[in-house]
């Protein structure tokens, strides 16, 4: 790699913020980033019929030209389920990083919402706990 | 996965969001984190990627380089659905002093962590220790019984890691689910009993003798745990 104008250090880190066209934030991230564990949901598509899902408050998602084909693999996986960042990471096979830039171009632009997760000290009730003991259990 | 709740509410928003909760897996290089993950969910590497520190700085090759550097880390990342409106995520936290910055988001707002030791490397298993008690973040100690581990009772184990009376500490077998999940449900029993503890306290306003080991100030970084720790890995 020494010949290269950058070095090891670089690491496959610039490559995937080629998508983001080099941000690491996005416009729409005020305050603290996406939790690993927020879920992601799609907002409601115009129409009220899932097959005329690809309208969404600005349109035509795949007519979007200000979206990059991760933007909308986000939005179709979410459209099928709440997903959370990490999982969505996962599955784009992305670092983080790069997904919360994505993510926060899609809030911008209203194609998904982003969930605060509950912190534990607020759980509403012990029952959702019992449940996660007994779900664990029963694995 | 399936979430097949009505997604149909006014204004979009449906009555209730699915509720999602994490549990941290932490402890030394190669004492079975993976193993413990991988047998109760389906495991999957996340990438994240984060300027090193100056904690991190000791432990990274850059040559002097004053210059913020980035790097990439997989964590172990697993998902438990607990059912359609809850699910359990689990992180296996990098063990090495250097990913400590990693920790910090990590641990907000996770329901417990696990604190994997092997007997033969129980030092390995200190920084996370340490880590947790500082943040008071609820945390169980499992042994992982290597099989040609000399075999320590739990109370020397405690003794060891000089933990706290509640803190509770348990043999396992990283490879078992069963074994795995009871590990994860102690977890869970010993956050319940925090949070308990947690509001009884906020009622009282003090007075209770486990005050020393929580942390001075919620949300404020830990840089100084950090500097630590790596000061004293030097």
């Known amino acids: ?139 | 996965m399936v979430f097949g709740r009505s997604r149909r509410g006014p204004a979009g928003r449906p009555p209730a969001e699915p509720l999602t909760l994490k549990i941290l897996v932490a402890g030394g290089f190669g004492v079975g984190k993976t193993t413990l993950v991988g047998a109760v969910s389906e495991i999957r590497p996340l990438h994240t990627e984060e300027e090193l520190t100056e904690a991190g700085r000791p432990f990274d090759d850059t040559g002097g380089v004053e210059t913020k550097s980035t790097t990439t880390v997989a964590m172990d990342f697993g998902r438990i659905t607990i059912h359609e409106q809850l699910a359990l995520y689990l992180f296996g936290t990098p063990g090495q002093h250097r990913f400590w910055f990693l920790w910090d988001e990590l641990a907000r707002g996770a329901l417990g962590a696990v604190v994997l030791v092997d007997t033969r490397r129980l030092r390995d298993s200190f920084a996370a220790v340490d880590y947790f008690e500082r943040r008071g973040i609820p945390f169980v100690v499992a042994v992982n019984r290597f099989e040609d581990a000399e075999r320590h009772d739990l109370e020397t184990v405690r003794e060891a890691l000089d933990l706290d009376p509640g803190v509770p500490v348990l043999d396992c077998d990283a490879r078992s689910r069963t074994s795995a999940s009871e590990v994860l449900v102690s977890v869970v029993e010993h956050a319940q009993r925090t949070v308990v503890r947690g509001a009884e306290a906020a009622t009282a306003a003090g007075g209770r003798p486990a005050g020393e080991d929580r942390p001075a100030e919620e949300g404020q970084p830990a840089a100084g745990a950090r500097a630590q720790h790596s000061a004293s890995a030097r």
């Open chain 1, 1 to 139: 790699m020494t010949d290269h104008w950058f070095d090891d250090a670089a690491g496959p880190v610039v490559r995937p913020y080629a998508m983001t066209r080099g941000r690491t934030t996005s416009g729409s991230r005020k305050d603290a980033p996406f939790d690993l564990i927020a879920l992601v949901i799609a907002e409601e598509p115009g129409g009220a019929e899932p097959a005329a899902a690809d309208s969404g408050p600005h349109g035509d998602l795949y007519a979007d030209t200000s979206l990059a084909p991760e933007h909308i693999d986000i939005v179709e996986r979410c459209r099928r389920g709440p997903q959370s960042v990490a999982e969505l990471a996962v599955a784009l096979d992305l670092p983080v990083g790069v997904v919360r830039v994505l993510l926060g171009d899609l809030v911008e632009d209203e194609w998904v919402r982003v969930t605060r997760p509950v912190p534990p000290a607020e759980l509403p009730d012990e029952n959702i706990l019992r449940e996660v003991i007994d779900g664990l259990r029963a694995l």
